[in-house]
């Protein structure tokens, strides 16, 4: 790993910290070496959560950086590599949830990052805002796709077509954020997330996750099809599981279960 990207594997849980002064803005180089990290996290076994966070207390990551954009060294279409942009965007198979911590403003891209994360918890002076249009590009990250489906469209259009900026309150609010807390307390308040998430039985979040991906376009009765009619893989595996039979034995004798992920 460079400087620009710091990881620290605490257990099962792996953190990442975005380290670009001044701005924690990614270029391809930074976004490729991401890329390299979600899929090492996805691929390892021992690992089963990872927080994104940003160094220092202002920025989370202001998002693509327009330096490079701005001297030819970039554009729109450049190939971030494996993953998308920011490695993580457009990895669609991840079934091992990442919590993003934002440390500071997230903006443009850096809020791409926070929306392609399963749970987002956030310091008391933390704004997101998408200013793309305002800059003659696209939100294109996830911003467009994304927003609208975690916030109601007439407010996500606002944001995206104004630059519109949200407060961490309002975002816990309206549902996009699970916590908002002092700073001071930010990586302590997504750590016991991390761990609450470890307790649980790897197959049945891994499960959880794929269900909620692969079926997010179909009908209740599509969801049920896909699921009977065993579309989901990671499901069918869950089903055949000595942790399926492990959960229903430890309530029964009133123990803590040991889960084996298989």
């Known amino acids: 790993m460079s400087q620009a990207v710091r990881t620290e594997r605490r257990g099962a849980v792996l953190e990442i910290t975005l380290d670009?002064?001044?701005?924690?803005?990614?270029d391809r180089a930074t976004s490729r070496e991401l890329g390299d990290t979600?899929?090492?996290f996805?691929?390892?076994?021992?690992l089963r959560v990872a927080i994104i966070t940003g160094?220092?207390?202002?920025?989370?990551s202001a998002g693509w950086d327009l330096k490079a954009a701005a001297e030819g060294e970039e554009a729109l279409d450049t190939d971030?590599?494996?993953g998308g942009f920011a490695g993580l965007t457009e990895i669609f198979d991840l079934n091992k949830p990442v919590i993003a911590a934002l440390n500071g403003a997230a903006v443009g891209g850096g809020f791409e990052i926070a929306l392609a994360c399963d749970l987002i918890v956030a310091a008391e002076h933390v704004e997101v805002f998408l200013p793309e249009a305002k800059l003659g590009i696209l939100a294109s990250g996830g911003g467009i796709v994304r927003l609208a489906r975690?916030?109601?469209r007439a407010?996500?259009?606002e944001m995206l077509l104004t630059g519109r900026r949200m407060s961490a309150e309002e975002a816990l609010r309206w549902g996009l954020f699970n916590a908002v807390v002092p700073a001071a307390e930010l990586m302590a308040t997504a750590r016991a997330l991390a761990e609450k998430i470890v307790a649980a039985a790897p197959l049945a979040v891994e499960a959880t996750l794929e269900m909620l991906r692969d079926t997010e376009a179909m009908s209740v009765?599509?969801?049920?099809?896909?699921?009977?009619?065993g579309q989901l893989d990671t499901y069918r595996r869950l089903l055949a599981s000595e942790d399926a039979k492990e959960g229903p034995r430890a309530f029964a004798e009133k123990r803590d279960p040991v889960w084996r992920g298989r």
């Not at 670009?20 to 990614?26: D, L, S, T, V």
Request: charge should be negative; aromatic fraction near 10%.
């Open 42 to 46: 996805r691929d390892d076994p021992e």
């Open 150 to 152: 975690r916030l109601p």
């Open 38 to 40: 979600f899929l090492g």
């Open 221 to 229: 009765e599509e969801s049920f099809a896909a699921m009977h009619g």
């Open 80 to 82: 971030y590599g494996p």
């Open 155 to 157: 407010l996500a259009m």
């Open 55 to 60: 160094a220092g207390e202002r920025i989370f």
């Open 20 to 26: 670009r002064p001044k701005a924690n803005a990614i």
